[in-house]
């Protein structure tokens, strides 16, 4: 089972969006995958059709040991892909975790049971606080998520170090899976500088597959449906599919590097 982060501490670069339509993408090639909703606004949980009113349990009850983490599974319409909901009640947990023992380990412990999926995909809130560094813990790779903006490798550099920190004191085993531009549209001057920038700062960790500015993919929340299902014909979809295609090569790669 791998466990992969999707994570970055600016919000609006489109990172639940990746978290959903990779999840998806995963069950779509037969890897049986769960998503763990541990943002407190619970974007993917909506975006997933998961009605506030079913998240009886969630990713809240499951960090404090209220539940197990099998209790806490919904169903999706998507076969193949599952979700652990997020709720209000995450909202308070930053709070409550401070004087908690083994606080970065919370979600780490709860998942050691977990078993029956070949994907766990976490999406982490868009801060650096103790869910994301839960997160980061917990999982095996991370996902970056960097829209093509101005302000794109800043604080980029923050999360490195926070990568990095973490790698040093709580998980040795945490690598980068690949940083992925989103958003990018390619008639734009800044979009393709930001592109050219960011893969001379970090060469083979960006994916080759780019997300592009697609209506249809900003649509697909407000209907509970990934974009792959809302409508699996379009670019940033067929986007989706490359990225998804692509990270299963890498990880086939890193599997015989570390087996060879």
Known sequence: M???????????????????????????????????DLDPQGNASTGLGIERAARKVGSYEMLFGAHDVAECILPTSIPGLDVVPSSIDLAGAEIELVTMTRREWRLRDALEGLSGYDYVVIDSPP???LLTLNTLVASQSVIIPLQCEFYALEGLSLLTRT??????????????????LTMVDRRNNLSI???????????????KTVIPRNVRVSEAPSFGLPALVYDHRCVGSQAYMDLAKELLRRERQREKKNHG
């Open 127 to 129: 801060s650096l606080n």
């Open 193 to 207: 500088q930001v592109e050219e920038d960011v893969r001379a700062h970090f060469g083979a960790l960006v994916f």
């Open 163 to 180: 990568i990095q920190r973490v790698q040093d004191t709580f998980n040795s085993g945490l690598d980068i899976a690949g940083l992925v």
């Open 2 to 36: 791998r466990i992969l982060a999707v994570a970055n501490q600016k919000g609006g670069v489109g990172k639940t969006t990746t978290a959903i339509n990779m999840a998806t993408a995963l069950a779509a090639v037969r890897k049986k995958t769960l998503l763990i």
